[in-house]
């Protein structure tokens, strides 16, 4: 089975830009979650979709948006890009919502944005 | 918001020894997840822990959960250097059920 698939894999783009990551979830799983890591820290979570509406948002700004498809594939996208924003962007999927017991949660191996 | 302390930030051990990596969390969680993390590369699943006082053992990892504490421990017993890594420990919580990372331990193990 396929796991959690992101692409594409390293991206680099000019400060305000935009840019549009893509995701697609282990077959059947429905949540997808994405996840911002700067470099030395841990991750952070950016938004949570389950069944294609969004269940929560991190503390980002509006520059960041997400959708999730009826195929529960999804896409983040960021506007007017910042040299901050240089990251890997990752995505996790799950089976159920959240709140089930033991839902675990698989990563994809991310996106690398540098932004220059 | 839900605030996660890891330490040490970094550790560098003997192969053959055992050492222990400590998670503490601010508020209330009633599960706790640990991840690896090689460098450049994705978060792998170690551990899911869903009760107080569940501990769960793969290999020479042991992790550990108290609840009302609010402390999470990742035991390594014997360490191979394969284990080198960053180790992530990630409460549940939030109104999207979200991971709460730590900063991570980065643990190297020498020959």
């Known amino acids: 089975d396929a796991g959690v698939t992101q692409s594409p894999t390293h991206l680099i783009k000019t400060r305000g830009q935009q840019v549009t990551l893509r995701c697609s979830p282990i077959s059947g799983h429905k949540s997808v979650s994405w996840y911002q890591q700067v470099l030395g820290q841990g991750p952070q979570f950016i938004f949570q979709?389950?069944?294609?509406?969004?269940?929560g948002r991190g503390n980002f700004p509006d520059r960041f948006s997400a959708r999730q498809f009826p195929n529960y594939s999804s896409e983040l996208n960021v506007n007017a890009l910042l040299l901050g924003d240089s990251a890997l962007y990752l995505c996790?999927?799950?089976?159920?919502?959240?709140?089930?017991?033991?839902?675990?949660?698989?990563f994809g191996q991310g996106t690398r944005l540098t932004v220059v | 918001e839900l605030k996660v302390e890891q330490n040490p930030l970094f550790l560098s051990m003997q192969e053959g020894k055992n050492y222990t990596i400590y998670c503490n969390y601010s508020?209330?969680?009633?599960?706790l997840y640990w991840y690896r993390q090689d460098p450049g590369k994705s978060l792998e699943s170690l551990f899911v822990?869903?009760?107080?006082?569940a501990v769960k053992q793969e290999g020479r990892l042991m992790a550990s959960l108290d609840t009302k504490a609010r402390l999470s421990t990742l035991h390594i017993t014997a360490a191979v250097h394969d284990l080198s890594a960053t180790y992530f420990c990630a409460p549940m919580g939030g109104t999207g059920n979200q991971f709460y990372f730590g900063t991570g331990t980065s643990l190297t193990v020498i020959p």
């Open positions: 996790a999927s799950s089976l159920g919502a959240w709140g089930a017991q033991r839902a675990e949660a698989f």
């Open positions: 979709y389950y069944e294609k509406e969004e269940r």
């Open positions: 822990l869903l009760s107080n006082g």
């Open positions: 508020t209330t969680s009633d599960r």
